[in-house]
């Protein structure tokens, strides 16, 4: 699968997935498996190279980022945390703008 492939369906999914935790129509553990099987698929495209190759996918590994330090539970409980990710599925969706603290950059293995 292609780097750009993968970053453009995660971000549809993951759009999705927080859209639906957000509406209590999925339990936000799905989400979190979803980032860790998300995390688990980008290990066998045996990427090397750490820079993100556009805005959306630099976005994309800033959500994972702090799903990843916070939990998903931490939508339904911390503002901060919800109106940060918030704003990133925006920008995925066209709404707003690149996040101003962004900060994500793809994982090594």
């Not at 330090?69 to 690149?98: D, M, P, R």
Request: aromatic share 10%.
């Amino acid at each position: 699968m292609i780097i750009e492939q993968f970053i453009n369906e995660k971000v549809n999914q993951l759009t999705a997935y927080i859209k639906a935790v957000n509406n209590h129509t999925l339990h936000y553990t799905e989400l979190d498996q979803f980032v860790n099987d998300t995390m688990s698929e980008w290990t066998l495209l045996n990427v090397t190279d750490d820079t993100p190759g556009s805005a959306k996918e630099r976005v994309l590994w800033h959500v994972i980022h702090e799903i990843s330090l916070h939990g998903s539970q931490a939508l339904e409980n911390n503002l901060f945390v919800k109106s940060e990710i918030n704003t990133c599925v925006e920008f995925f969706t066209g709404v707003g703008s690149y996040p101003i603290d962004c900060v994500g950059w793809r994982p090594l293995v």
